[in-house]
């Protein structure tokens, strides 16, 4: 549990994306990933929360959003550049925040 909490915040984005976005082929799809999970508990789906607000806040190399959401997500996009990438985390994480604050 030690070793999930210390990931970075772009580590903690990358599992996220991975684990809840790759595979939900669309949006209702990773709505209903995370509140599966968050019917157990929504602890790490906090921290993966302040992950990808940090990510977003932060300064990061260009093209880093954009591999974030084409790789780790697996998810193309009609704007293919870190701008688009950053709308598309966004509204994961508007999601993710309104499933943690149901689930309460």
Request: proline residues 3%.
């Amino acid at each position: 549990m030690a070793e999930l909490e210390a990931r970075s915040a772009l580590q903690k984005v990358r599992d996220l994306l991975q684990s809840y976005v790759m595979d939900a082929g669309g949006m209702q799809g990773v709505r209903a990933e995370f509140e599966h999970t968050a019917q157990a508990t929504t602890r790490f789906l906090r921290q993966e929360l302040d992950a990808l607000e940090s990510v977003l806040a932060d300064e990061l190399p260009p093209g880093t959003l954009l591999r974030l959401v084409e790789d780790d997500a697996n998810w193309g996009l009609d704007d293919p550049s870190d701008a688009g990438a950053a709308a598309f985390l966004r509204e994961v994480a508007d999601i993710l925040r309104s499933v943690i604050d149901s689930a309460r």
